[in-house]
């Protein structure tokens, strides 16, 4: 929903990586950002502070996972001022009844249905793709920066695969690689 699963996705709002977050939201949550990198676009440091931000939003609205989700992507104080306004005109508070942005009042229902889907895609004449409940890749610490290039090598891996598996790297090697942004812009 956020970005079709492409670490690479950037959004006219500046929006990046697998979980669209905006230069602020991630550097509150310790994803950093320079000329050389964006964390942004790191897919476990990503991944963890979505969770983490997810998770804070939930607290932040009861344990109402619509809510936080409505929140992650339309803002807290989005969903908070629907909720105030909807509390004055003493009507319900959940997301189902929020005069929410169009866009948040479809992401949620998306998220709920992917997740039925997966859940039991039998039931809607899906079938998935089995996938192997291992790692795809492993985390290598190489102690100082390195060029992918010769990582690649090192590691007899496509070098194009080593580039799309450290989507976080603005500039990759010494010829000057640098991922191409999708999405929007």
Not at 23 to 51: C, I, M, N
Not at 92 to 115: G, M, N
Not at 144 to 171: C, F, G, H, W
Request: hydrophobic share 35%.
């Amino acid at each position: 929903m956020e970005s079709a699963f492409d670490p690479f996705a950037y959004s006219h709002g500046r929006a990046a990586g697998l979980w669209q977050f905006i230069p602020s939201t991630g550097k509150y949550f310790g994803l950093t950002q320079s000329w050389w990198h964006d964390d942004r676009r790191d897919v476990v440091e990503a991944t963890d502070a979505a969770l983490t931000y997810l998770d804070k939003l939930a607290n932040r609205f009861d344990g109402d996972y619509t809510l936080a989700l409505a929140a992650y992507n339309s803002g807290g104080g989005t969903v908070s001022s629907a909720m105030r306004k909807n509390r004055k005109k003493n009507e319900p508070q959940d997301f189902w009844s929020l005069d929410l942005p169009r866009e948040t009042r479809h992401y949620v229902p998306k998220l709920i249905a992917l997740a039925k889907i997966f859940d039991k895609p039998e039931d809607y004449g899906i079938e998935l793709p089995t996938l192997e409940d291992k790692p795809y890749f492993e985390i290598v610490d190489t102690g100082s920066q390195m060029d992918l290039a010769q990582a690649a090598e090192l590691a007899k891996v496509d070098v194009d695969e080593i580039y799309l598996l450290n989507p976080t790297y603005n500039r990759c090697h010494q010829s000057g690689w640098a991922p191409s942004a999708t999405g929007t812009d």
